[in-house]
T-cell receptor
Framework: DAGVTQSPTHLIKTRGQQVTLRCSPKSGHDTVSWYQQALGQGPQFIFQ???????QRGNFPDRFSGHQFPNYSSELNVNALLLGDSALYLCASSSTGQGSYEQYFGPGTRLTVT | QQQVKQSPQSLIVQKGGISIINCAYENTAFDYFPWYQQFPGKGPALLIAIRPDVSEKKEGRFTISFNKSAKQFSLHIMDSQPGDSATYFC????????????FGIGTKLQVIP
């Protein structure tokens, strides 16, 4: 049973560029949450997707957007990249339909903005 | 606003000793408190979790103690091993509705032989 998978593993972008990160949830899970983890910090909630809609959002600007597909996979898009966007981006999945609130994290995508 | 406060930020324990990490929360709507273990270059892995209707939960060498009235909870790692060296995050969330997880700042644990 595959866990949460994310791609790519590492990414280097230049300020002002746009980036798309991808996530496939754990089998049987229907909800995907995205987190940003800066070096030496705990993960910070970006937003959560369920039934292809964003249903909760943290304190992140509109440059951060996302999408969930019918197969429950998800994308995180960041526009107009800033140096401060350099971080580990984590995807977590859970199962709202089964009433489960435990979130399982993927290995993350390390984004470096130069 | 730091809704989950975690201490210490770093901890060095000798092999065989007890590692203790403490957390406090503010939002009384939280009713599920997981602990995550993260190794360098990896995502956080769910270690153990507790609900506030239980004062203690033990899984192997890992024990969570929970004090609802004080809004505090702690992780004890008994017989600490070098393989336990990692960063540990306490967290809090709601088990209903929208379930974003709020994390503490993390504790970097080093177990020395």
């Amino acid at each position: 049973d595959a866990g949460v998978t994310q791609s790519p593993t590492h990414l280097i972008k230049t300020r002002g560029q746009q980036v798309t990160l991808r996530c496939s949830p754990k089998s049987g899970h229907d909800t995907v949450s995205w987190y940003q983890q800066a070096l030496g910090q705990g993960p910070q909630f970006i937003f959560q997707y369920y039934e292809e809609e964003e249903r909760q959002r943290g304190n992140f600007p509109d440059r951060f957007s996302g999408h969930q597909f019918p197969n429950y996979s998800s994308e995180l898009n960041v526009n107009a990249l800033l140096l401060g966007d350099s971080a580990l981006y984590l995807c977590a999945s859970s199962s709202t339909g089964q009433g489960s609130y435990e979130q399982y994290f993927g290995p993350g995508t390390r984004l470096t903005v130069t | 606003q730091q809704q989950v406060k975690q201490s210490p930020q770093s901890l060095i324990v000798q092999k065989g000793g007890i590692s203790i990490i403490n957390c406090a929360y503010e939002n009384t709507a939280f009713d599920y408190f997981p602990w995550y273990q993260q190794f360098p270059g990896k995502g956080p892995a769910l270690l153990i979790a507790i609900r506030p209707d239980v004062s203690e939960k033990k899984e192997g060498r890992f024990t969570i103690s929970f004090n609802k009235s004080a809004k505090q909870f702690s992780l004890h790692i008994m017989d600490s091993q070098p393989g336990d060296s990692a960063t540990y995050f306490c967290a809090a969330t709601r088990s209903w509705g929208y379930q974003k997880v709020t994390f503490g700042i993390g504790t970097k644990l080093q177990v020395i032989p």
